[in-house]
């Protein structure tokens, strides 16, 4: 299979968009480091499907919010499979909270999940690509708002940003080592960072109206974007985003 020997760690995998990515990679062969915080009989579950694929599979408690959370995360990676070729920085979480009423907790907590992970994953799945001959990808779980404005979501669409910063430069810089840093921009995705749009019907109506197809994505039409962007098809996608959105951001500026 097309991933068969390569070790790719998900961050926030057992879960959403995470454990879709999860299924993604192990379907294509590849070993799969689960990262986690809360629920571990969602992790327990997910390892069973892992391995019911015929992966090998662990899942590791980490807060990929703390640089030595990450550290032990990549370390445990190495020591139960010797190496990384797959890094996915997906952990991400939002506050739909307007700029003029964001408390600084609140700001660092988002930026500190969605950014400063991603950041810190990055440097230390490179370190380990590089020590183990070079070569590898690193995909960033972004969104249409790492562009687009979400009014009432701004410490989200900060990250996002920063996060689309962070793909193009050290895009850039770890190209020489043969390493492809790459984003992945989902639109409205069926998952629990939408659960109140979900349960409005209302708000759901208004949503889709505003997708070109008319519907929210599946976790796993996400999956499958990333599973893409891992195999040997991607191997000239470097410092840029693949949005996979239903044509959200071409369509209406705002929600
Ligand atoms: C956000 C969702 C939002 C979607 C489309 C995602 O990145 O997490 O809250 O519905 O973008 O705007």
């Given at each position: 299979?097309?991933?068969?020997?390569?070790?790719?760690?998900?961050?926030?995998?057992?879960?959403?968009?995470?454990?879709?990515?999860?299924?993604?990679?192990?379907?294509?062969?590849?070993?799969?480091?689960?990262?986690?915080?809360?629920?571990?009989?969602?992790t327990?579950?997910?390892?069973?499907?892992?391995?019911?694929?015929?992966?090998q599979?662990?899942?590791?408690?980490?807060?990929?919010?703390?640089?030595?959370?990450?550290?032990?995360?990549?370390?445990?990676?190495?020591?139960?499979?010797?190496?990384?070729?797959?890094?996915?920085?997906?952990?991400?979480?939002?506050?739909?909270?307007?700029?003029?009423?964001?408390?600084?907790?609140?700001?660092?907590?988002?930026?500190?999940?969605?950014?400063?992970?991603?950041?810190?994953?990055?440097?230390?799945?490179?370190?380990?690509?590089?020590?183990?001959?070079?070569?590898?990808?690193?995909i960033?779980?972004?969104?249409?708002?790492?562009?687009?404005?979400?009014?009432?979501?701004?410490?989200?669409?900060?990250?996002?940003?920063?996060?689309?910063?962070?793909?193009?430069?050290?895009?850039?810089?770890?190209?020489?080592?043969?390493i492809?840093?790459?984003?992945?921009?989902?639109?409205?995705?069926?998952?629990?960072?939408?659960?109140?749009?979900?349960?409005?019907?209302?708000?759901?109506?208004?949503?889709?109206?505003a997708?070109?197809?008319?519907?929210?994505?599946?976790?796993?039409?996400?999956?499958?974007?990333?599973?893409?962007?891992?195999?040997?098809?991607?191997?000239?996608?470097?410092?840029?985003?693949?949005?996979?959105?239903?044509?959200?951001?071409?369509?209406?500026?705002?929600?």
């Amino acid at each position: 299979m097309e991933l068969t020997g390569k070790v790719a760690v998900v961050t926030g995998g057992n879960s959403g968009i995470g454990k879709a990515i999860v299924l993604a990679l192990a379907a294509k062969g590849a070993t799969i480091v689960i990262d986690w915080v809360a629920d571990e009989q969602a992790t327990e579950a997910l390892e069973d499907q892992v391995r019911a694929l015929g992966d090998q599979v662990i899942g590791v408690e980490a807060d990929v919010s703390k640089v030595t959370d990450l550290e032990r995360l990549v370390a445990s990676a190495v020591t139960a499979f010797g190496r990384v070729d797959v890094m996915v920085n997906n952990a991400g979480i939002e506050t739909r909270t307007s700029v003029l009423d964001t408390t600084e907790a609140q700001y660092d907590r988002v930026l500190a999940i969605n950014l400063k992970s991603a950041f810190f994953g990055t440097q230390l799945a490179a370190r380990q690509m590089i020590a183990q001959g070079g070569g590898g990808r690193i995909i960033n779980v972004t969104s249409v708002h790492e562009d687009w404005p979400m009014p009432g979501n701004t410490a989200y669409c900060v990250s996002k940003g920063g996060m689309r910063m962070l793909t193009r430069t050290a895009g850039v810089e770890l190209a020489a080592h043969g390493i492809l840093v790459v984003g992945v921009g989902p639109g409205a995705v069926a998952t629990p960072i939408n659960a109140s749009t979900l349960g409005d019907p209302a708000a759901l109506a208004k949503l889709n109206a505003a997708i070109p197809l008319g519907r929210m994505a599946q976790p796993e039409e996400i999956g499958s974007v990333v599973a893409f962007l891992a195999s040997d098809a991607a191997s000239y996608l470097a410092a840029t985003t693949i949005f996979a959105d239903g044509g959200l951001m071409q369509s209406s500026p705002g929600l």
